[in-house]
């Protein structure tokens, strides 16, 4: 059985990590969580009879008797979390983005070299769900030229599916300082990656990169690797809608990016397109468990043209990554997404913004 702390509890944190934990009591017990709010510290310890609350996560970290971290907080703080726990001997899941700069997760990349030993594995859970996963299969078994790529998160976010859904508790005694320096850290952290110069415009787009864009960017970069080169990126609305054309080998990739609460849909996808067969992977909104999953695969011959569909899968991803975080921590096993992996998002990031930037002039 794995003692785990959990930092953060959010959203995300109360509508998928708590619940999913609760389901897999078999591998993990939750025995301290930490938030800078109390009432929400006290409210998640009574609703799932967890001993330990914290208002700080360093002091998670340094006193509570956990051997893995669940790290769920605010971007800015992933990096410094990830190393107070590697330093204090404790396992690590830290969701995406693992950080918030390039510089950042270099700095981790060479500590966690101290620490063979303890596993850290970054949470980008589209890809491990199954429908992607088949995906892949598909195209190692049966191998045939990409002629084009198209994929895109066009999506309402979660306060339309949070009203008629799993009920959230929003705390209200968040310190006003907490949340000032938050901010300050972030504007820190942002500088540092992107440059303190840069616009409010690619601030913006850079955060929809790092915040949304690196699941799918993630998910590419697995079955293409990174792309030669950008050719163009468009955005309005102030950076929040992005359009990015990109040449891969021998195929360009175009990703559509529109996060907008006014949208009721969620239109998550990757689309390959081989000459004479297309792949289509289709997500749905994470803010509702157990959604079907989709994976459409269709195939033109001489005569006709067949499409088979694939699931829909009900398996939930965040479960099967935490799944498979316990299993890399019981037998030393590495996941595919280590932080290694990670730092293809931020020279692809970076090169975006340089782009953006060049484009603007």
Same mark, same amino acid.
């Given at each position: 059985?794995?003692?785990?702390?959990?930092?953060?509890?959010?959203? @995300?944190?109360?509508?998928?990590?708590?619940?999913?934990?609760?389901? #897999?009591?078999?591998?993990?017990?939750?025995?301290?969580?930490?938030?800078?709010?109390?009432?929400?510290?006290?409210?998640?310890?009574?609703?799932?009879?967890?001993?330990?609350?914290?208002?700080?996560? #360093?002091?998670?970290?340094?006193?509570?008797?956990?051997?893995?971290?669940?790290? #769920?907080?605010?971007?800015?703080?992933?990096?410094?979390?990830?190393?107070?726990?590697? %330093?204090?001997? %404790?396992?690590?899941?830290?969701?995406?983005?693992?950080? #918030?700069?390039?510089?950042?997760?270099?700095?981790?990349?060479?500590?966690?070299?101290?620490?063979?030993?303890?596993?850290?594995?970054?949470?980008?859970?589209?890809?491990?769900?199954?429908?992607?996963?088949?995906?892949?299969?598909?195209?190692?078994?049966?191998?045939?030229?990409?002629?084009?790529?198209?994929?895109?998160?066009?999506?309402?976010?979660?306060?339309?599916?949070?009203?008629?859904?799993?009920?959230?508790?929003?705390? *209200?005694?968040?310190?006003?300082?907490?949340?000032?320096?938050?901010?300050?850290?972030?504007?820190?952290?942002?500088?540092?990656?992107?440059?303190?110069?840069?616009?409010?415009?690619?601030?913006?787009?850079?955060?929809?990169?790092? *915040?949304? &864009?690196?699941?799918?960017?993630?998910?590419?970069?697995?079955?293409?690797?990174?792309?030669?080169?950008?050719?163009?990126?468009?955005?309005?609305?102030?950076?929040?809608?992005? @359009?990015? @054309?990109?040449?891969?080998? *021998?195929?360009? &990739?175009?990703?559509?990016?529109?996060?907008?609460?006014?949208?009721?849909?969620?239109?998550?996808?990757?689309?390959?397109?081989?000459?004479?067969?297309?792949?289509?992977?289709?997500?749905?909104?994470?803010?509702?468990?157990?959604?079907?999953?989709?994976?459409?695969?269709?195939?033109?011959?001489?005569?006709?043209?067949?499409?088979?569909?694939?699931?829909?899968?009900?398996?939930?991803?965040?479960?099967?990554?935490?799944?498979?975080?316990?299993?890399?921590?019981?037998? &030393?096993?590495?996941?595919?997404?280590?932080?290694?992996?990670?730092?293809?998002?931020?020279?692809?990031?970076?090169?975006?913004? %340089?782009?953006?930037?060049?484009?603007?002039?």
């Amino acid at each position: 059985m794995i003692k785990l702390g959990v930092i953060g509890l959010g959203e @995300v944190s109360q509508l998928m990590h708590l619940p999913i934990l609760q389901d #897999l009591c078999d591998k993990y017990q939750v025995t301290a969580v930490s938030d800078v709010s109390p009432s929400l510290v006290q409210f998640i310890q009574k609703k799932y009879h967890i001993e330990g609350g914290y208002l700080s996560a #360093l002091e998670l970290i340094e006193q509570a008797d956990v051997d893995a971290v669940l790290i #769920l907080s605010p971007d800015q703080y992933h990096g410094e979390y990830a190393a107070k726990a590697l %330093k204090a001997g %404790k396992h690590v899941f830290v969701e995406k983005p693992v950080t #918030l700069c390039g510089e950042e997760l270099q700095e981790l990349i060479e500590l966690k070299k101290q620490y063979p030993h303890q596993m850290v594995m970054v949470g980008y859970m589209r890809r491990y769900a199954e429908a992607y996963l088949k995906a892949k299969e598909i195209m190692e078994n049966d191998p045939r030229k990409t002629e084009y790529l198209r994929f895109r998160d066009i999506i309402c976010e979660g306060p339309f599916y949070i009203g008629q859904t799993r009920p959230i508790f929003y705390p *209200g005694d968040v310190p006003a300082d907490v949340i000032q320096e938050g901010g300050k850290r972030r504007r820190e952290h942002l500088d540092r990656a992107i440059g303190a110069d840069a616009t409010d415009a690619q601030r913006v787009t850079y955060q929809m990169m790092t *915040g949304l &864009g690196c699941h799918s960017f993630s998910a590419v970069r697995e079955l293409f690797g990174l792309p030669k080169k950008i050719h163009s990126v468009t955005t309005a609305a102030g950076g929040e809608q992005v @359009v990015i @054309v990109m040449e891969f080998d *021998g195929f360009l &990739g175009v990703y559509e990016l529109v996060n907008n609460q006014d949208i009721v849909q969620f239109d998550a996808a990757i689309e390959i397109f081989q000459k004479n067969r297309k792949i289509l992977v289709k997500y749905e909104t994470p803010y509702i468990r157990y959604q079907p999953m989709s994976l459409q695969v269709t195939e033109s011959g001489e005569k006709e043209t067949k499409t088979t569909n694939h699931g829909p899968d009900y398996r939930d991803a965040f479960q099967t990554e935490l799944n498979l975080f316990a299993e890399c921590i019981e037998t &030393g096993k590495q996941p595919k997404t280590v932080l290694e992996d990670a730092q293809g998002d931020f020279k692809l990031f970076e090169e975006i913004i %340089k782009v953006m930037g060049e484009q603007m002039k």
